[in-house]
């Protein structure tokens, strides 16, 4: 039996829409080779995810550290920030919202730049 966007398993219906037809696809494509249901959405949901939403590895990775002016975040790579507050609060959930918005990982340093947190990493 295929799966359509409209008829699907129940265990499909949280995921988002670009997973859920990913899903899908891939779920049926595994069903055509022979994988049994349950083997088959499992597989589909992992690969939906990987391929909807990027691998760690594809993430921009971005570091909440120490500046001149206060704490800045910026590109691992970068050279220069891309946003700068007085303190590392202020900044913080300003970071975490522009990480998010950029599927992205934020890398949170102390005051002396060693690492303290790694936030968003699957």
């Known amino acids: 039996m295929s799966w359509t966007k409209n008829d699907y398993p129940a265990s499909l219906k949280n995921l988002p829409v670009g997973v859920r037809n990913k899903a899908i696809e891939v779920a049926n494509a595994l069903l055509d080779e022979g994988y049994e249901e349950g083997r088959a ?63 992205g990982t934020l890398v949170v340093h102390k005051q002396d730049g060693s690492i303290e947190d790694h936030l968003y990493q699957r």
């Open 41 to 103: 959405i499992a597989i589909a949901t992992d690969r939906a995810h990987q391929s909807e939403e990027g691998s760690k590895a594809d993430k921009t990775e971005y570091h909440l550290a120490p500046h001149d002016n206060g704490w800045q975040l910026k590109k691992a790579d970068g050279q220069r920030a891309i946003m700068v507050e007085e303190t590392k609060d202020q900044l913080l959930g300003k970071a975490k919202d522009y990480v998010t918005d950029h599927l």
